[in-house]
């Protein structure tokens, strides 16, 4: 397995992640309010933890501007206290900005309002393509093998980090997306279709905001030499098992459909030593808490693993 070296930077805050919104703002906050992240108001209750939203807050819902609106006002007031919203972008997303017609309902008026925010969201660098938390690092889709190798490749670096996998990738996102730059969406392979893409996905596309999870996690159990996890996607919806992981969380999939309100959200406690996935049952309502990865007595988490310790690892 390729080894990445880990980050010199860990942010040990706890972090939530939420998967795609798709418009249903009711359910986004429903979630929010049961992680205890926002007040009576729906407003940023200044704790000090981390929020990952990994995109595709738009479409098919009814609140597809509501929901990007409402993401704004709490990044800005996660801002203003010790918190942090991270705020990624998707593939429903990225499709409005190239100018697809996404959701046939909207009138174009409603397409290119909502494309400008989002555009300028993009510009300010509220919105990236990929966050490493300095353990995991978050995508809409994922990293697949192939898309890795080839990243790192154009990395001019030895060893190039996570940090440096996804700055050299947000980088290449902001410039894509800057009209008075005109850079080509192929310069850089992590948009990029992956030529011969294994079966299993129905989209014929790979890269980080269309791949699909069913493959990425053949290519972790497989052991595939480019696959490196740790990573944390969205994109790939289960309303059976809602949240899904393999390897105790080196790969977790967190889009359960919150669109038809199977309500999920996934819970990191870094100084605990723990991973759990809490989901709301569809038709009983009732909130669970189940874990991924549990640190055991005198066991050393994943995320306080040496570069020497792994290397050694790998030499084995
Ligand atoms: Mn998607």
Redesign the pocket.
């Given at each position: 397995m390729l080894r990445i070296p880990p980050s010199l930077n860990h942010d040990t805050r706890t972090h939530f992640a939420v998967g795609?919104i798709h418009g249903n703002l009711d359910g986004f906050q429903k979630i929010l309010t049961h992680a205890q992240l926002i007040d009576k108001k729906g407003n940023w209750n200044g704790k000090n933890v981390v929020l990952a939203q990994l995109?595709?807050v738009i479409d098919r819902g009814p609140k597809s501007f509501g929901a990007w609106r409402y993401l704004q006002k709490l990044q800005m007031q996660a801002k203003q206290s010790q918190g942090k919203v991270v705020r990624l972008l998707?593939?429903?997303e990225d499709m409005l900005c190239q100018g697809y017609e996404t959701e046939k309902t909207r009138p174009l008026q409603k397409h290119l309002k909502l494309q400008k925010l989002i555009l300028q969201d993009i510009k300010q660098a509220d919105v990236q393509a990929v966050y490493h938390d300095g353990y995991y690092t978050y995508s809409?889709?994922g990293f697949g093998s192939e898309v890795l190798r080839r990243t790192i490749e154009k990395i001019e670096k030895k060893n190039p980090s996570w940090q440096d996998i996804a700055a050299v990738c947000n980088l290449h996102f902001r410039n894509i997306h800057d009209p008075t730059l005109q850079v080509s969406r192929k310069e850089h392979p992590y948009l990029h279709q992956v030529p011969k893409r294994r079966p299993g996905g129905k989209h014929p596309r790979g890269g980080i905001?269309?791949e699909d999870y069913r493959d990425l996690s053949q290519s972790v159990e497989k052991k595939e030499e480019h696959f490196a996890g740790p990573q944390i996607v969205?994109?790939t919806t289960n309303p059976v098992h809602y949240i899904r992981s393999v390897q105790s969380g080196r790969l977790i999939c967190i889009?359960s459909k919150i669109l038809l309100n199977c309500l999920s959200y996934l819970k990191i406690d870094y100084q605990q030593g723990r991973i759990e996935k809490i989901c709301r049952s569809r038709y009983i309502r009732t909130w669970k808490a189940m874990p991924i990865y549990v640190c055991q007595k005198g066991q050393t988490p994943p995320w306080q693993m040496t570069w020497q310790n792994s290397s050694r690892e790998s030499a084995e």
């Open positions: 795609d995109g595709d998707g593939n429903h809409h889709a905001l269309w969205g994109h889009d």
